[in-house]
């Protein structure tokens, strides 16, 4: 396995490249099993996940090619079994579970894996697809689907912390043939979500109200084949926002669109970030000379700050003049790498969900590992600006979700690179 190798104390200057969404390429192309036709998806990330879902595809014995940043799909899907050996690498997995069910009305997909970041379960996926009309059992690590006649029905989708991204998208997929309509209450807005549901209405699904908590889908009996661009990747977007923040640099996120990112520039703007959206992307820069001020967050689904960036924002309080308090509310767990912030010198305590944080001059490298992806991008920021050296070690799920993060950032001035552990 790789280690990342990075020198900090370089200021970031330049342009970086954003690359389409993880986390919507995932579920459009799990989308894509609801046609026999052809489906070309453009702005496709390059990366680990997309891999792994490329091997999900064709073991349901699905036509993949991969053309740098397009995929085409195509050909009726022959089997209908997610394998463990893959499902238990990725919780997008779990997404090709509406679509075979409502393509071939049967399904076995292994229980889903992924991150370390506390528990995940998958009562809203299942009760989604349960009100839908499908019988589900739970079989030797394995959800098995079965269903006569998927039927559209008012179906609630909130659960203990909120609207869940990915049950959303199983529901909805599995709405889009069934017979009759379906109100999916509390459902989730995550620009992800939306892009999902464009890319299924350019399929000929019908579904309204997809960016509210009320979604409306009027099942129709046939989806056809498509060609759709996967939107900017906000998250990657805010690592480099970051990324320049940390480093009092100056970066160019071309591509990068602002409006899936608000709660992000404003608590960066509060930080004293200046961010400013052009036509083609977004400038980011901070005056390395003035202190970064701390402030407090709370995780929220969308349009809150979302779970995705609160690892990556947290090594940038490490640093701030002063306390600042992070709140996890999506997955009160997810904080792994506060011990790994630690080893290189900063000062934070855990009070349940709450991460309260007192910001030091300076951050010292060190040997650090995470198995969380946002996680290991933290580390990875801290290491920027840290002195001396920084190894970030088992880099697997930064693979997983940056597409060439070391190049990119080699591109603008951080000494970085890749080395065999
Ligand atoms: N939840 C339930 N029951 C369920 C599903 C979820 O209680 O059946 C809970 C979760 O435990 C969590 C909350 O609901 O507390 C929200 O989870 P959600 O289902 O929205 O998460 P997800 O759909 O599995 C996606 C992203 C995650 C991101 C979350 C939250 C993908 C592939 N993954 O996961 O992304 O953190 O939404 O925004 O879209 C990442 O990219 O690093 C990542 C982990």
Avoid at 349 to 378: C, T
Avoid at 381 to 400: C, F, N, S
């Amino acid at each position: 396995m790789d280690k990342l190798v990075i020198e900090g104390g370089r200021r970031l200057k330049g342009v970086v490249n954003i690359s389409g969404a993880k986390n919507s390429a995932l579920p459009i192309m799990a989308a894509s099993l609801l046609t026999d036709d052809t489906c070309v998806i453009n702005n496709v990330p390059l990366l680990k996940d997309v891999d792994t879902m490329i091997k999900i595809l064709r073991a349901l014995e699905t036509k993949v090619e991969k053309k740098k940043g397009t995929l085409i799909i195509s050909g009726k899907c022959k089997k209908v079994k997610a394998p463990y050996d893959l499902v238990s690498t990725m919780r997008a997995s779990v997404c090709v579970l509406g679509p075979l069910l409502a393509k071939k009305k049967y399904a076995e997909v292994s229980f889903p894996g992924g991150c370390v970041i506390g528990p995940r379960p998958i009562d809203l996926h299942l009760k989604g697809l349960e009100r839908l009309g499908s019988e589900i059992k739970i079989k030797s690590g394995y959800i098995l689907a079965r269903t006569r006649k998927l039927k559209g029905a008012k179906i609630y989708l909130g659960g203990h912390f909120g609207s869940s991204v990915l049950a959303t998208a199983n529901t909805m997929m599995a709405a889009t043939l069934a017979e009759g309509t379906t109100i999916i209450e509390n459902a989730a807005c995550e620009p992800e979500t939306v892009d999902l549901a464009n890319f299924l209405i350019s399929m000929g699904a019908k579904i309204e109200g997809h960016s509210t908590p009320t979604m409306r889908i009027k099942g129709v009996k046939k989806l056809h084949g498509t060609r759709h661009a996967i939107v900017p990747d906000r998250v990657e977007t805010g690592t480099y926002m970051l990324a320049s923040a940390i480093t009092g640099g100056e970066l160019f996120l071309k591509n990068a669109k602002l409006a899936h990112l608000f709660a992000v520039v404003d608590k960066l703007r509060e930080c004293g970030v200046k961010i400013t959206e052009r036509e083609d992307g977004v400038a980011v820069k901070r005056n390395p000379k003035q202190a970064v001020k701390p402030t407090t967050i709370t995780t929220l689904p969308y349009p809150g700050f979302p779970t995705d960036m609160q690892a990556q924002m947290m090594s940038l309080l490490c640093l701030a003049d002063g306390i600042s308090v992070i709140t996890e509310k999506i997955y009160p767990e997810r904080f792994i790498h506060i011990s790994e912030l630690s080893r290189m010198g900063a000062h934070i305590l855990l009070e349940g969900p709450n991460a309260i944080i007192k910001g030091v001059k300076n951050l010292n490298g060190a040997d650090v590992m995470a198995s969380d992806l946002r996680a290991s991008a933290a580390l990875v920021l801290a290491g920027l600006v840290a002195k001396d050296k920084t190894e970030v070690h088992r880099i697997y799920h930064l693979d997983r979700g940056y597409e060439n993060l070391d190049k990119k950032l080699s591109r603008v001035g951080a000494r970085i690179w890749r080395e065999q552990e």
